[in-house]
């Protein structure tokens, strides 16, 4: 079982940076797939970004560039540090984990473990 905590999120304006941390417990991440998907208002959740135990690195097409996903495995915690935010990014952002999932799904439904996750808003 792997509980996941998200933290960071905020208010900011277009333009600014944010930085989403995920800490796990219940398990190490050193071999577990962690990604961050976000749902904004009226959306439907999305992928955002992901990196596997390798640190091979995936992202979505409207966060590439702007968007860096890392991991620290022995603090057992994953975080997204955005730059260069716009009001599109605005949404609930989650953290998701599950040891068996490739790096390259997209799909949320194939991650067993959540966050409760972490609001951002970005005003123009």
């Known amino acids: 079982q792997v509980q996941l905590a998200e933290s960071g999120g905020g208010f900011v304006q277009a333009g600014d940076s944010l930085r989403l941390s995920c800490v796990a417990s219940g398990r190490t991440l050193s071999s577990v797939t962690m990604g961050w998907f976000r749902q904004g208002p009226a959306k439907e959740r999305e992928f955002v970004a992901a990196t596997d135990w390798t640190g091979y690195r995936t992202y979505a097409d409207s966060v590439k560039g702007r968007f860096t996903i890392s991991r620290d495995n022995a603090k057992n915690t994953v975080v997204l540090q955005m730059n260069s935010l716009k009001p599109d990014d605005t949404a609930v952002y989650y953290c998701?984990?599950?040891?068996?999932?490739?790096?390259?799904?997209?799909?949320?439904?194939?991650?067993?473990?959540w966050g409760q996750g972490t609001r951002v808003t970005v005003s123009s």
């Open positions: 998701a984990a599950d040891p068996r999932v490739n790096v390259r799904v997209v799909d949320g439904a194939q991650y067993d473990y």
